[in-house]
């Protein structure tokens, strides 16, 4: 799967930049059965139905209709098929990005799943696409700036001052299954997907004080199988 980001002060492509969640550490599975509540052991959010709407738009918004619907009032939205212009779109597979960019250095965490006290490795890009499709790795870099020429704005944030607020365009690079940690965001994201399939689950900013984000430190949570028992 290939995913580019872009971290500023903007709205997420898919949904706000507030709290996006995976798997991380084994859940407490002592609980007996009568004492569970509706959604223990199971992934996050299994305790209650999806709340809320996420408009699915076919065409990407003129800029001032992007800021006053969806960046103002921070309604998430999916711009769908909107990377299909993207020159990496089509060029970005796995022998062209040796033809040309295989010698650069690249980060690359060990384990699918988030680990955010384990450190990065740097491989080239060559090394990396070596293994990547069998080893527990995967790929997230800045991208570089040799690459930058195959990665573009979408029209909504051409103009208005969405680009002097772009702080990082990142990309990752993986053969599936990777998972990262609950965690909050400092900026608002743009998640493009270019390859693959990639599942979000978010929390609205009015009720995030319900996540004690204090705690995640202690191990994370185990997404796919949440411990009620621990962080409810």
């Not at 949904?15 to 996050?44: E, I």
């Not at 299909?84 to 250095?105: A, C, I, M, V």
């Amino acid at each position: 799967m290939v995913e580019v980001s872009f971290w500023g002060m903007l709205l997420c492509l898919v949904t706000p930049g507030l709290h996006a969640a995976a798997a991380a550490t084994a859940a407490d599975d002592t609980v007996s059965q009568h004492q569970q509540p509706r959604g223990h052991l199971q992934p996050l959010g299994a305790h209650a139905p999806p709340t809320g709407k996420v408009n699915i738009l076919h065409e990407v918004p003129h800029p001032v209709d992007f800021f006053k619907n969806y960046v103002k009032p921070s309604k998430p939205v999916v711009f769908k098929g909107a990377g299909k212009f993207l020159p990496s779109f089509e060029k970005w597979t796995d022998t062209y990005l040796r033809d040309h960019f295989g010698d650069l250095e690249v980060e690359v965490e060990l384990g699918k799943k988030e680990n955010r006290s384990q450190g990065l490795v740097s491989l080239t890009l060559n090394e990396f696409l070596d293994t990547y499709e069998e080893d527990d790795i995967y790929l997230v870099e800045s991208i570089k700036a040799e690459m930058k020429g195959d990665v573009g704005l979408l029209k909504c944030l051409q103009c208005g001052g969405f680009t002097r607020l772009i702080q990082d365009a990142i990309i990752w690079y993986s053969s599936g299954d990777t998972m990262s940690v609950l965690h909050f965001d400092n900026v608002d994201n743009i998640n493009c997907v270019l390859d693959g399939r990639k599942e979000l689950f978010v929390v609205d900013k009015k009720d995030s004080h319900h996540i004690d984000f204090d705690r995640l430190e202690e191990g994370f949570v185990a997404i796919m199988r949440f411990t009620f028992t621990v962080y409810w």
